[in-house]
């Protein structure tokens, strides 16, 4: 099922008297000692007695110190959102939402001026230059738990962690036993790049809204801030553009195997938008061109120098369509979809493909891409291509995104554009785990979870360093993937370890100790439902 093309681009984280005194450590501490409970401790609480250190905390935090005691939520708890920020409001909802359908504990939120009482959650906005925006620090004692930040965006990453600082069945959608224990101590933690994605294909295979903010929720977990979907493709235009309305009408109406297909309305978009937006997360919507535009060819014949519209496909190969490059009328296309794109994103980025146009002459796609760049720009935005558009003349603003060819990175860096990094050896989530995979691909490699893990994107490719990379995402192409619990076994558990590379320090990232985090962890992805692939390389827990 492998594209030949692609092939040839790429042969290339109360009870109990701890003896010991405050742990501080930048890695997971071994899990060693169990403390001394005294006769007082029942057994359910004799379970729970982990240390804040030995939390399966993923993406691992930048500091972690663990305090050797524990906060219990009860009914009494509430969670106490400062005065005078509609946002941490909102927040303080968001993490209600998650916390009442497992505990059952019925928490409140409240708005207050100054920190609560003992027992409760408390969220607030503080300067901390250090912290940036989206860095936290959430310190939990027996008398309750603090979540500070700089900036919502930072309070609501926070909550990702204080959740994982709870028992793993807080996850589920039904009413648990308790008790809702975190272990105690404070965490500092800030990401070490700025934009952290993932990418979903629904051009190959329609996925509809409520799979979408699936994955949203399911991204937001593992601190990620950015989801860029690819849009349009040879196979489906999934996005209705109201000036050239058969875009959605034809071009949506397949996909791969020649389903029905489908498209967001406008007003659907804008409803993943906000929906994103509620979690930090902003979306990059990308439309492919001049290349993997036949589901576009298809349904406006102008847009074909010959002007005879394309078959409708459902195949999969690349790299056979091309927009006519010297036509106005395409300029016109390009304007008018990306003016209405442009208007219901509010995020700063419009993704123009740029990929594998193997039918473009270069002495036509270079004229091409400058001039998509300038219309991009005139609309108020920044372009983002993959790394094929470095042939162009880059704009300082417009952003490579880096997925095959290391020489275009390189020359991305040296013309001041900042890169994406999303090698398809490490980060494409479509790769078969090793030869027994059933769902994927593995034009660019077999990836199991390690090699999904170890690499950094600061040294992957000479000549682009950390000041040259805005990020790291991690795409997912759904050639073969047509449903949510295909889509999770292929990116879970990779997407938790790529989330972690964007996220922490190398200083903190190690395989040996990451593969014990997500063993542990294992329990909470079924909590949350996720079809996972159980890899061998990993000790599942029972729990
Ligand atoms: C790509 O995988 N063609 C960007």
């Known amino acids: 099922m492998q594209s030949t093309l692609r092939t040839q681009v790429l042969k290339a984280v109360a009870i109990v008297a701890m003896a010991s005194a405050a742990v501080s450590c930048r890695t997971q501490a071994p899990a060693s000692s169990t403390g001394t409970s005294t006769s007082t401790t029942s057994a359910s609480e004799r379970l729970t007695n982990e240390r ?80 940036g925006d989206e860095g936290y620090e959430l310190t939990i004692t027996r008398d309750g738990v603090q979540l500070v930040a700089n900036k919502p965006a930072g309070v609501f990453r926070g909550i990702q962690t204080l959740r994982q600082s709870l028992p793993a069945r807080v996850e589920m959608t039904s009413q648990q036993a308790g008790p809702w ?22 051009a190959r295979h329609f996925f509809g809204v409520e799979d979408v903010k699936r994955y949203i929720d399911l991204i937001a977990a593992y601190k990620m801030n950015a989801l860029h979907l690819h849009l349009a493709d040879d196979q489906g235009w999934r996005i209705e553009i109201k000036s050239w309305p058969r875009l959605t009408t034809h071009g949506g109406s397949t996909q791969v195997g020649g389903g029905k297909g489908g498209f967001y309305t406008q007003e659907q978009y804008k409803d993943l938008v906000r929906y994103a937006q509620e979690r930090y997360i902003t979306i990059i919507p990308e439309i492919d061109m001049p290349g993997h535009t036949n589901a576009a060819l298809a349904s406006y014949p102008e847009l ?24 106005e009328i395409t300029y016109k296309f390009i304007d008018d979809v990306v003016r209405e794109l442009a208007a219901m994103t509010p995020g700063p980025f419009l993704h123009m493909g740029g990929d594998e146009s193997h039918v473009t002459p270069m002495k036509d796609y270079i004229p091409f891409i400058n001039r998509v760049q300038d219309i991009v720009e005139k609309h108020g935005k920044r372009m983002i291509g993959w790394d094929e558009v470095t042939n162009a003349k880059l704009k300082p603003s417009t952003v490579a995104q ?32 090793d030869s027994t995979t059933k769902l994927g691909l593995h034009w660019a490699a077999y990836i199991e979870l ?32 047509t449903n949510m619990e295909q889509l999770e076994y292929m990116a879970f558990p990779r997407l938790p370890g790529i989330a972690e590379v964007a996220w922490s320090p190398s200083t903190v990232r190690d395989w040996n100790t990451y593969k014990v985090r997500l063993g542990k962890h294992g329990a909470r992805l079924k909590a949350m439902g996720i079809n996972y692939y159980p890899s061998k390389l990993v000790q599942w827990s029972e729990q």
């Open 304 to 327: 074909n120098c010959d002007n005879k519209a394309r078959e409708l496909y459902t195949g999969i190969e690349v790299g056979f369509s091309t927009l006519c490059t010297e036509k």
């Open 402 to 433: 880096f997925w095959a060819k290391a020489d275009y990175a390189k020359s991305a860096a040296q013309q001041g554009a900042k890169v994406i990094m999303s090698p398809a050896t490490k980060a494409y989530l479509d790769m078969q785990y």
């Open 181 to 202: 224990q975190i272990p105690t101590g404070t965490i500092r933690d800030y990401p070490t790049y700025e934009y952290r994605g993932a990418m979903l294909d629904v």
């Open 450 to 481: 390690d090699s999904a893990y170890i690499w950094d994107p600061a040294t992957m490719v000479p000549g682009v360093t950390k000041a040259h990379i805005l990020g790291v995402e991690a795409p997912i192409w759904t050639e073969t993937l």
């Open 52 to 131: 804040l250190t030995e939390q399966s905390l993923i993406p691992m935090p930048v500091s972690v110190t663990a305090t050797n005691n524990l906060f219990e939520l009860t009914s009494n708890t509430d969670i106490y959102v400062q005065d005078g920020s509609p946002e941490l409001r909102n927040i303080g909802q968001y993490l209600a939402n998650l916390l009442n359908p497992s505990t059952g504990l019925g928490i409140g939120v409240q708005t207050t001026q100054r920190a609560p009482k003992q027992g409760n959650i408390y969220l607030a906005l503080r300067n901390d230059a250090a912290l």
